[in-house]
């Protein structure tokens, strides 16, 4: 079985432009969450999506926002980058059944803001 | 909101040696897990404890879930440079997200 799968790896994009990063869960894993992580920060929770609807939702601005498609992919956009906006953006993607909520992480996609 | 803090932030130690890291959460939690992250790598599932006061190993590595669940521990024993990198935990607080604590950064020495 493919594990998740990120795109692009890198970015690198100026202040004010905006990016699209991509996400395709494990075949049969209907939730996806994002992730933001910075050497201080720790991984942050941005939002997870379940069955095309966004079931939760972390504590980032409006900037950034997810969307999830009926094949269970998933895409997150940051607008008007800042400069601390650099970071690398996991995805993660679980089988919501009955005791199997492990989440398994992609290789991430590093954006770089300058 | 939930909040989880992990101690220490880094650790370094010789070859041979135990390391532990503590998890704490400010909420009960249903579940905890634990994860590794390699240096340059993504966080990589290591284990889940759900039952207050549960206790597993896998070979060297022991963990701990309290008895009030709200904080777990992970133990390893005589620690070997494979280990090497930043173990999380992860708190699920009853079907939300889980929210991750900082992480330890563990040092091996040969």
């Known amino acids: 079985k493919a594990g998740v799968t990120q795109t692009p790896r890198y970015l690198i994009k100026t202040r004010g432009q905006q990016v699209t990063l991509s996400c395709s869960p494990i075949?049969?894993?209907?939730?996806v969450s994002w992730y933001q992580q910075t050497p201080g920060q720790g991984l942050q929770f941005l939002f997870e999506?379940?069955?095309?609807?966004?079931?939760n939702k972390g504590n980032f601005p409006g900037r950034f926002s997810g969307r999830q498609f009926s094949n269970s992919r998933s895409e997150m956009n940051v607008s008007t980058l800042e400069l601390g906006d650099s970071a690398l953006y996991l995805c993660?993607?679980?089988?919501?059944?009955?005791?199997?909520?492990?989440?398994?992480f992609g290789s991430g996609t590093q954006l770089s803001v300058l | 909101g939930q909040q989880v803090m992990q101690i220490p932030q880094y650790q370094h130690v010789q070859e041979g040696e135990d390391f532990t890291t503590y998890c704490n959460s400010s909420t009960t939690l249903s579940n905890i897990q634990w994860y590794k992250q390699r240096p340059g790598g993504h966080p990589v599932f290591l284990i889940q404890?759900?039952?207050?006061?549960e206790v597993k190993k896998q070979k060297r590595l022991t963990f701990q879930f309290g008895e009030a669940k709200k904080n777990s521990s992970l133990h390893i024993t005589a620690t070997q440079t494979t280990d090497v990198g930043t173990y999380f935990c992860?708190?699920?607080?009853?079907?939300?997200?889980?929210?991750f604590g900082p992480g330890t950064r563990l040092s091996v020495l040969p």
């Open positions: 993660a993607s679980r089988w919501m059944g009955q005791g199997n909520e492990k989440l398994f």
């Open positions: 404890l759900v039952k207050s006061g």
């Open positions: 992860a708190g699920d607080n009853y079907g939300q997200n889980f929210v």
């Open positions: 999506y379940f069955s095309e609807t966004q079931r």
């Open positions: 075949s049969g894993h209907r939730s």
